[in-house]
DNA sequence: GCGTGTGAAGGGTTTCACAGCA
DNA sequence: TGCTGTGAAACCCTTCACACGC
């Protein structure tokens, strides 16, 4: 069992390759695998056995020596570890090009992902259903977030322009989680977390590690 | 300068850092600053001064003790470094929500970024115009691909039952710089530079490091 | 024997503290 | 005086090697 301490304490480095274990073990899953050995993981995952073993062990001893990890328990403890079974609220500004894709995107919901609320200034978008939410004014952002919906991670995915004033209202709204799509530096209060994806840096980070090779 | 043998050499811990300064540079251009010290630069970008200038030090020496950095060749620099001025061309398979999104953002040509193919399964798709490019059948990427595209960046945005397939049809087709937006674990040769952005896992992550702050 | 869990070693990254220069 | 550039120290993360349990 994963001790409540513990939630909250795992570094940076650490929980991208849970959840990137929790992925592999999805995949085992349907393929009807049972146990695996942190060497077979390793191949999966492209993580080296020493370091999945380690990574493990840090939460409590769940392998069996001689045989493996059972891997319906590891997924349960990964699941345990990242907090995956509650639901998590989501609110979006923004529905552009890559506001509706992720309204729309169907993937969320199985994986605990829900939105419950979308916002933008174009009057002709408000009052159109998107995925399972209706587009309100974003004027009414914080009215509309604090009266009536328990929003755990606002997401900003409007123009750079306005990503700061956005990630502002979140923060006025209660909301202290945020995603940034904006391809811009936003600056928030250090109780607020913060994350960027900025898929041009994306971009230009693949190309440079391309390079020469 | 920034001498070639620099090129390529980069840890993958600097060259997130790296474009993160570049966009607080050109944020400090828009509002025409001419110069910043490491300590302004670290309250903008959420960043240790002491880093700041390792970071800026390891690639020469273009501050001025006792004025700071100037912003525009701070600018030019880092563009040196990883690479910012060449074109890169991209090619996209999966022209879904998340595919079309990318394909209409207005945002990538200015940073170098363009779409020069785009490929579906789905015949109704296949000879519409998305951005700048017309959707072909996906049956044809090598061809297209291999006979007049300078492809540098392959994306990957279709369902994860299909990414593996499409991340090998890239690689066959010569591409080796992957970028794959499909929640699943993919695996490629060494000699394929693969990233991925998993915006469930982002998101997810997100939500562990907000517990209890 | 096989494969996990773990102390110790190794490597890399960040911070500290200050010399040196405008 | 103000701020960069940098050796040294501190820190963290990864790998190594092997004891222990199935």
């Known amino acids: 069992m994963i001790s409540p301490a513990t939630r909250g304490k795992i570094s940076d480095t650490v929980i991208p ?5 929790l992925k592999v ?4 899953e349907r393929e009807n695998k049972t146990t695996i050995s ?3 993981l390793s191949k999966r995952a492209n993580i080296s056995a020493c370091l999945i073993r380690k990574d493990l062990a840090s939460f409590g001893k769940f392998g069996q020596p001689g045989m493996g990890y059972d891997i319906s328990n590891l997924k349960s403890y990964l699941l345990d570890i990242i907090g995956g079974r509650e639901m998590c ?3 979006l500004v923004g529905v552009g090009n890559l506001g509706s894709a992720l309204l729309n995107y169907k993937g969320f919901e199985e994986e605990g992902l829900k939105f419950v609320a979308a916002f933008d200034i174009d009057e002709k978008k408000v009052g159109k259903i998107c995925g399972n939410v209706i587009v309100e004014r974003a004027d009414n952002m914080k009215n509309s977030i604090v009266g009536k919906k328990n929003i755990h991670i606002g997401i900003i995915a409007v123009p750079s322009e306005s990503a700061q004033a956005v990630a502002d209202k ?3 709204a209660g909301v202290f989680s945020v995603l940034n799509f904006a391809p811009t530096v936003v600056s928030v209060p250090a109780e607020v977390t913060l994350r960027n994806v ?5 971009l230009k980070a693949l190309r440079y590690f391309s390079v020469d090779k």
């Open 17 to 21: 390759r849970i959840l990137h274990y």
């Open 25 to 28: 073990v999805q995949q085992l």
């Open 38 to 40: 942190s060497e077979e």
């Open 89 to 91: 609220n989501l609110a």
């Open 170 to 172: 979140f923060i006025k």
């Open 198 to 202: 900025d898929l041009s840096s994306e």
